[in-house]
């Protein structure tokens, strides 16, 4: 297990005077890869700078728990322990998320899953979060940004590897 711990504790993020935080949504993809050792996890990290105002769907913790049962209890061959795996979820909860509920989210994402892109609900319940706050969904899902990159909402994903 790898990673700082994140740069506050829990409370909804706010800006230095002088300081403009800038909105991003994140999916659980790049949010893992705080914790353990992954591809582009220091580009991943860098959503973390205080400069950011980090925004997650409800759906975010139950995607990240996810990931970590399965790193755990889901592989032949565990990446991770259970107790691994409580440590990092007891960390998440320290970063500054500010947390939006599903169902005011579920009809659009339902509407962007259906278009020709082909991109299941859950996913898009991060882009259409995206949408609603004006701001872009940094992710780390490869198949959704490359399905939504070419597409008019675009200017809404952002590739975790890519500078922000």
Request: glycine share 6%; net charge negative.
């Amino acid at each position: 297990m790898s990673g700082p711990l994140p740069p506050a504790t829990g409370v909804h993020l706010t800006s230095p005077p002088g300081l403009v935080a800038a909105d991003l949504v994140i999916d659980a993809g790049v949010a893992i890869k705080w914790y353990l050792p992954e591809v582009l996890e220091a580009e991943a990290k860098r959503v973390l700078d205080p400069s950011y105002a980090l925004h997650v769907p409800e759906l975010f913790f139950a995607e990240f728990g996810n990931i970590l049962w399965k790193k755990a209890r889901g592989l032949k061959v565990p990446e991770i322990t259970v107790q691994e795996s409580r440590t990092i979820l007891g960390r998440l909860l320290q970063v500054p998320l500010t947390v939006h509920p599903m169902p005011p989210l579920l009809g659009a994402a339902f509407d962007l899953a259906v278009g020709p892109e082909r991109a299941t609900v859950y996913d898009c319940c991060y882009l259409a979060l995206a949408r609603d706050l004006g701001c872009r969904l940094v992710t780390a899902d490869r198949a959704l940004y490359d399905a939504m990159r070419t597409n008019l909402h675009s200017s809404l994903i952002h590739w975790v590897a890519d500078p922000l």
